[in-house]
């Protein structure tokens, strides 16, 4: 799932769920009401998005000030960019 969650089987609103998330976390500046209005009719309750949207949102906070301050990653979540690359989704 962490290379490639659309293959993953999930769901239609996991589905949905995880292109917000990308959507969010790559391009934050391109969100617009459509892309709440799509968890909407996954099923998602505004109190579920709001969720989602905070969690997501510290995540990404979190990991910036990581990168921000030269924490080093544990060694199970190192991985070589090229071989990241080759595995991980095309997300643009």
Known sequence: MVFDYRNAGLSE???ALCEYA???TMHPHRMVGQDVQLLRE???SDEQITIAAQVIGYFNYINRIADGLGVDLEER???PVEEWLSKKAKFD
């Open 22 to 24: 990308i959507k969010l």
């Open 13 to 15: 609103a996991d589905l």
């Open 42 to 44: 996954a099923g998602f």
């Open 77 to 79: 979540m190192t991985m």
